[in-house]
């Protein structure tokens, strides 16, 4: 049984159709990138999945259970996390204050202050950072920060919106390799990202979404070596 399965989800905003029918799964372990033009659907998709948008139609089914009519903060506490777009830290906050935010569905400190060396062992400069206020940190620290967060939670799969968005080639190669470690760690990984090439490098099995349909899916490598998805997808 897949982890989470979107069965025929649709989704508007007013009367515009974003989402059209789409049907998706992502197994235990794996990294499932979702690939697309800007406009394609991803953000609306990943909101969905996690209760911040509520489905017209379909089935949004984790571990076994019917989320699609869950409030957000509830399916946090079930074991998913997100990694929205654009990092969305307190920037009012502390490094430290951000990160214990990301734990409040959690009840045992001992456990929640083990998770957050876990943290820091992944992420050094947050430790490094820690009392500094969350707005003061570069884009690639609050990208750092946002995922940092996340974790927090200790989520059976993360959601991330966007990750590289606005970095630079250097943090962008760091900022993958924390996603192939995350997994590495057993959490299970779902993804959106405009830079296709890095997303298809990193991901098991891949979708393509195009005005709101899935119009293709399949192994990310050998995605990665088709020439009509080079042409189309990875500026090839």
């Not at 430290?96 to 734990?103: D, I, M």
């Amino acid at each position: 049984m897949a982890m989470l399965e979107v069965k025929n989800l649709e989704v508007y905003y007013g009367v515009i159709q974003a989402i059209r029918g789409i049907s998706f799964e992502v197994n235990k372990g794996e990294v499932i990138a979702l690939i697309g033009a800007n406009g394609a659907g991803k953000t609306t998709t990943l909101q969905t999945v996690t209760g911040m948008l509520k489905p017209a139609a379909g089935e949004i089914i984790f571990e076994g259970q019917d989320i699609s009519k869950v409030a957000g903060h509830k399916i946090v506490s079930m074991g998913m996390a997100h990694v929205p777009e654009g990092r969305r830290v307190f920037a009012e906050l502390s490094v430290y204050e951000n990160l214990q935010l990301g734990a409040y569905s959690r009840k045992d400190k001992t456990e929640i202050m083990q998770t957050l060396e876990k943290v820091y062992q992944s992420f050094p400069r947050l430790k490094e950072r820690k009392n500094q206020l969350a707005g003061t940190l570069s884009g690639g620290e609050q990208q750092m920060l946002a995922m940092g967060r996340a974790l927090m939670s200790k989520p059976n799969i993360i959601l991330m919106d966007e990750p590289s968005m606005g970095l630079s080639p250097i943090l962008v190669e760091e900022i993958f390799k924390i996603i192939r470690d995350i997994s590495a760690g057993g959490t299970t990984v779902l993804l959106v990202e405009q830079n296709a090439k890095k997303a298809l490098a990193v991901a098991d099995r891949a979708y393509v979404l195009e005005t709101g349909r899935i119009v293709l899916s399949g192994n990310a490598k050998e995605m990665m070596n088709d020439d009509s998805i080079k042409k189309a997808y990875l500026g090839e």
